[in-house]
């Protein structure tokens, strides 16, 4: 018999003056019965002594998930790209992803968006070729989940680990051209550009130090069924194969 699987989220988020609600931070686990509690530990761990900010605010979701249902699939292939300064970055990131098939304007959407957006919780869905911003959740966005890697990867530090995951499930799906990521967190710069063909691309510094301005961008096909891209994204369960 195969062991029940649960799904794991977090949010934490601080009452701000000027926001209302701010978005610390969030995190996707998959583990069966027996690892809930270590799993929680750990999320709880993320949202506390954050660098965005103090949580007044934290939420957990355990779920049960079918087992059945759950996808396999292989995690991207990483490589890193160090720029000599952020506006080198940013035009390596926008080389690769206009070889990809992203236009200039939906490009120009995309830096604009992750340069000043300080709240977005989840990833901002825009038609590679329009730019038109297609999913229509304010800064709440589109938020990966039911997401996880199948056994434990020690290679990699917790951050890149659960980037790489989400970045893989994203770039899974026969809608996504690309993606564009870099944190929300002040003390990181490190983003990615990602597809199923290049990879997990990291690049360095896609930002300065101190900025609290990021997130993500899924850059799809003209032709993408907008819901169903979307009901991947939440709600299939999909485990990285461990390498
Ligand atoms: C995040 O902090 O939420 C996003 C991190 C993206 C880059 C992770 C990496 O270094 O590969
Ligand atoms: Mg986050
Ligand atoms: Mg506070
Ligand atoms: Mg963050």
């Known amino acids: 018999m195969l062991k029940t699987c649960y799904s794991i989220r977090m949010r934490a988020a601080e009452r701000s003056p000027e926001l209302g609600e701010k978005h610390i931070s969030g995190g996707e686990r998959i583990g069966s019965k027996s690892q809930i509690e270590p799993i929680v530990k750990q999320l709880l761990n993320k949202a506390s002594n954050h660098s965005r900010g103090d949580a007044d605010f934290i939420q957990i979701t355990i779920e049960k998930i079918a087992r059945d249902q759950i996808q396999y699939i292989p995690p991207l292939e990483i490589t890193t790209v160090e720029a ?45 070729k329009t730019g038109l911003r297609l999913d229509n959740r304010g800064q709440k966005g589109v938020r990966v989940s039911r997401i996880d890697w199948q056994d ?62 990021g997130g993500r961008i899924y850059f799809v096909l003209d032709e993408v069924e907008l819901e169903s891209f979307i009901d991947y994204l939440e709600s299939v369960p999909v485990l990285i194969r461990g390498d």
């Open 84 to 128: 000599a300064s952020i506006e080198m970055a940013h035009s390596e990131a926008r080389k690769i992803l206009t070889s990809l098939g992203v236009s200039e304007h939906a490009l120009n959407v995309a830096f604009h968006q992750l340069s000043s957006n300080q709240n977005l919780r989840g990833a901002i869905i825009l038609n590679s």
């Open 152 to 213: 434990a990867n020690g290679d990699l530090n917790e951050r890149v680990r659960e980037a790489l995951a989400l970045a893989s499930k994203v770039a899974n799906s026969p809608f996504t051209i690309a993606e564009l990521c870099w944190s929300d967190d002040p003390d990181y710069v490190t983003g990615y550009v990602s597809n199923r063909a290049i990879g997990y691309v990291r690049i360095t510094p896609l930002k300065r130090e101190g900025c609290e301005s």
